[in-house]
C-alpha cells in the first residue's frame, strides 16, 4: 500500500483542517482537549455545522444526502477534525441505524428517517443489551406483540448509551417467542418520548452517567415503524453491528489521545513532574505510535474493500482499535504520575474551569482511564469477536 499522499489528498486533508479551524466553537475544542464531558447541544451544534457545509453524513453516498468520500478522504475527515478537538460524530444514527434503513428499510422510512439523522433532528439510541443479555443478544427477552394496526412493547434495555437524550430507539424485540431464537426477533423503531418509557441513568467509574437503563412498560410502535420483515430482525443486527464495531476502531480518537499523550511526556520531562517517565514508558508511546499507524493501514485496507460489507475484519478492527484506546489512557496515566489521580468527577462537568494539581492533562488522566475500561466490552465483548474471527476467517 502506498503510505503517501497524493496531491489531491494532501490538498483535502488542507481544506478538512481549514475548515475545521475556522468553523469549530472554541468552547467545544476546549472541552474536548481536556478530557471535559460534553453537552447534548455541544454535539448539536457540530453536526449542524457540518450539516450546514454539505458534511453532515460523512460515510454516505451522494444519492443519501451524504459527501459520497471515498475510504481516504474519510479517514483523513476523522483525523483532521478529532486532531483538531472536535466531538465524535453520533454513530447511532449515521453508522448504525442510517446504514440499516439504506439496506433493508422501505423507501418512506429511507425518505422520512435519513435527511433527519444528518441534522440530527432524531437522536438515536440502541436498545439491543438487556439485563441477561449481552454478548448473546439472541436470549433477549423483550417482547412486541401486534394488536391492530401496532404493536405493544414491553421489557428492558440497559446499557444504552446516550438514551436520556435521545427521541428515537432502533429496538430489538421478541415478536414470535415459539420458534428458536434467532428467528423470532423483528427491529422496530420506537418513539422514546411516549409514555412508558422511562430513562434511568446508570453511574460509571468516571463518574460520569452516559449509558442508561429503559424500561418500556406498554409502549406502542405503529406497524409502519417495523424495518424491513417480521422475525428477520436478527439478520439486520448483525449487518448493524458490523458497522458499529469498525466505527469503535476509533482512528481518530487514538490520533488525538496519541498527541495528547506525546504533550504530557515532552511538558514532564521538560518540568521534571513525574517520576515515571523512564526508558521502558518512552519505548511503549514510541511503540503505540507505530501501532496506531497499522490500525490506520488495516482500516484503509478494509474500507477500501468495496466487494465486502461488514464482516469479521469489523472484529479485527474492534479488538485492536479498542485495546490501543486503553492503552493510550494507560500510558497517559503512567506519565502524569501520581498526579493522575487526584481528581473529582465534579471536575469534568463543563460549566468547570480547566484547572487541576497537575500539568494541564493531568486533571483528566484518570477519568479517561476509567472510561475507556468499557472499549473492549461494548458492541461484543472482544472475546466474543475473536470466537466470530475463529468462526469465519480460520473455519474452526
Known sequence: MDLTWTDQEAAFREEVRHFTEENLPADI??????????????????????ADHGWGAPTW?????????????????????????????????????????????????????LPRIIRVEDWWCQGYSEPGSGSD????????????????????????????????????????????????????????????????????????????EVWLENVEAPLENLVGEENDGWTYAKYLLGHERTGIAGIGHCHRELAILKRMAEEAMAGQESLSLDARTMDAINQIEAQVLALEMLLLRVAADSTAGPGPQASVLKIRGSELQQELARLQMQVAGPEAWAYDPDWMRAEND???????????????????RKTTIYGGTNEIQKGIIVKHIIGV
Open 354 to 372: 480547566f484547572h487541576g494539581p497537575g500539568g494541564e492533562f493531568d486533571v483528566g488522566a484518570a477519568a479517561t482511564y476509567f472510561d475507556t
Open 61 to 113: 453516498g451522494k444519492e443519501y444526502g451524504g459527501t459520497g468520500w471515498n475510504a481516504v478522504e474519510r479517514l483523513i475527515f476523522e483525523i483532521e477534525t478529532f486532531n483538531a478537538g472536535a466531538p465524535r460524530l453520533l454513530s447511532f444514527g449515521l453508522s448504525m441505524i442510517g446504514p440499516v434503513l439504506m439496506k433493508f428499510g422501505n423507501q418512506k422510512q429511507k425518505d422520512y428517517y
Open 29 to 50: 475544542r476546549d472541552k474536548q482537549m481536556h478530557h471535559q464531558r460534553l453537552s447534548k447541544d455541544d454535539y448539536l451544534r457540530w453536526h449542524r455545522i457540518l
Open 137 to 212: 443478544l439472541a436470549s433477549l427477552n423483550t417482547r412486541a406483540e401486534r394488536q391492530g394496526d401496532k404493536y405493544i412493547i414491553n421489557g428492558q434495555k440497559t446499557w444504552t448509551t446516550l438514551g436520556h437524550h435521545a427521541d428515537w430507539m432502533f429496538c430489538l424485540a421478541r415478536t414470535d417467542p415459539s420458534v428458536k431464537a434467532q428467528r423470532g426477533i423483528s427491529m422496530i423503531l420506537i418513539d422514546m418520548r411516549q409514555p412508558g418509557v422511562t430513562v434511568r441513568p446508570i453511574k460509571t467509574l468516571d463518574g460520569g452517567a452516559e449509558v442508561n
